[in-house]
């Protein structure tokens, strides 16, 4: 095998970079609906948000639970 | 299995040997005692969370004391903090029996806080709650809040029904249902809590060992490596410190955040354990 081809190191921050798409997309999904909820009415912003923030904390618990699972699982 | 324990708190199985400080990984959590010769849990990860408690405690008590009608910059403070708490967590989650449980959410939300500042702040640097064993302990008192709050206002049965069983779902459905309420509410809600707490601060806290320590390492580094000359080494050890600034910015809004929904997501359980059913 060529040098160059070595690739050492953890297969599981593979699977971890598979494991953010899931997150990433929901995560934008979100505020892209918050974005859009403030075109539509402003006014509601502060309502909006703050569900929003639930909402991202939960999407983001599974990012957040692949990473620790990356380092846990050998 | 090492990697485990960094769902249990169990250091012995990482801790033990010697490690390179680059790259940081699971041994970079590692407590160290505070003195020579103390015992296992006088480390300064407890140290940590004895003065964050003791920073909460003797703030709350230096804006509560002498209030005065007019209020004062240290009492506008104190209650700009304690309304962000009351009105825009507590009332707004619970509804108008909030009261009983706002000490509880400011305590959590203010020991949070300041725990996951530490992460970026002199004399500490380290978020206490990166070591698991810390947010199990809260997510554990979040259990006994919610459950408790529920089994007080409905009985241990009728909460128990209320709980795994929703209103209207057909029989033969029951069979699926109330083993998937049961995880979800008693297991997965507590272990969420705790692991979102715990990786966050975990994941920041490695994201900024790598910044800063390989900064470290290549801006002092003095002879080529890796077929790179040693100037390139240098600058991009710089442009690693530098960047790293960006990071501690980031990890304080994380910091901020996780104390937020941490706050929310207990106030939203103990609600949710409080609901009449419809």
Sequence with gaps: MLPVLEISGSLNMIGYALATLGPGIGVAWIFASVINGTARQPEARGAMLSTAWIGFAVVEALAIIGIALAFALR | ?278
Excluded at chain 2, 102 to 130: C, D, K, Q, R, W
Excluded at chain 2, 176 to 201: D, G, H, K, Q, W
Excluded at chain 2, 209 to 218: A, E, R
Excluded at chain 2, 220 to 226: D, H, K, L, S, V
Aim: glycine content about 8%; charged content about 10%; overall charge neutral.
């Design chain 2, 1 to 278: 299995m090492p990697g485990l324990s960094l769902l249990i708190p169990l250091d012995w199985a990482v801790c033990s040997g010697e490690h390179e400080s680059f790259p940081p990984g699971v041994f970079s959590f590692c407590s160290r005692p505070l003195w020579d010769g103390a015992p296992g849990w006088v480390n300064n990860q407890v140290a940590q969370a004895v003065i964050g408690a003791a920073i909460v405690i003797a703030f709350w008590l230096w804006v509560a004391h002498a209030q005065k009608i007019v209020p004062s910059k240290r009492q506008f403070a104190g209650e700009w903090i304690y309304n962000v708490i009351r009105n825009g967590i507590a009332r707004d989650m619970l509804g108008h029996d909030y009261r009983r449980f706002l000490p509880y959410l400011a305590t959590l939300f203010s020991f949070i806080l300041v725990n996951n500042l530490f992460g970026e702040f002199f004399l500490f640097m380290f978020p206490t709650f990166s070591k698991v064993g810390f947010p199990w302990i809260l997510a554990i008192l979040t259990f006994l809040l919610y459950n408790g709050a529920g089994i007080a206002k409905s009985g241990f049965l009728p909460y128990l029904k209320k709980s795994v069983l929703p209103a209207g779902v057909p029989k033969p459905l029951w069979i699926l249902i109330i083993p998937l309420e049961f995880l979800s509410n008693f297991v997965v809600r507590p272990v969420t809590l705790a692991l979102r707490l715990f990786a966050n601060m975990f994941a920041g806290h490695l994201v900024v060992l790598v910044f800063v320590v390989g900064g470290t390492l290549l801006l002092t580094a003095t002879e080529p490596g890796n077929g790179m000359p040693t100037w390139l080494l240098n600058g991009a050890g710089g442009a690693s410190l530098v960047f790293s600034f960006a990071i501690f910015a980031l990890e304080m809004f994380v910091g901020v955040l996780q104390a937020y929904i941490f706050t929310v997501l207990t106030a939203q359980y103990v609600s949710s354990a409080l609901a009449e059913e419809h």
